[in-house]
């Protein structure tokens, strides 16, 4: 080989690598567009995520503040309820003398 074609080659290579990193500085490009949508993506579905967990706390919150509807219970409330009634009526007699 003369130094001609050692030169070609070399240039040859050289042209191969500027063509390689070029192809490689687009790719960085377009992972790192790729990687900014996606984080904010991430970020909308961890904002729905909260907002979801807010949402089911409130719900289990509510939940245990309802009162169970089973018979007894609501007897037991009507019974107060006719208690105090009675209490109140007590209180305007007294008051009415």
């Known amino acids: 080989m003369d130094q001609n074609q050692i030169l070609e ?9 500027g063509d390689a990193k070029k192809e490689l500085e687009s790719q960085i490009a377009r992972l790192r567009d790729e990687n900014a949508a996606m984080n904010r993506i991430n970020k ?12 089911n706390n409130e ?18 409330t009507r019974q107060r ?9 007590e209180c305007l007699t007294l008051l009415n003398k």
Do not use: C, H, Y
């Open 59 to 76: 719900m289990v919150n509510t939940r245990s503040l309802q009162v169970p509807p089973d018979e007894e219970f609501r007897g037991a």
């Open 44 to 55: 909308e579905l961890q904002a729905q995520v909260d907002e979801l967990i807010r949402k």
């Open 81 to 89: 309820i006719n208690e105090l009634v009675k209490e109140i009526d």
């Open 9 to 17: 080659r070399i240039t040859g290579k050289i042209a191969q690598l």
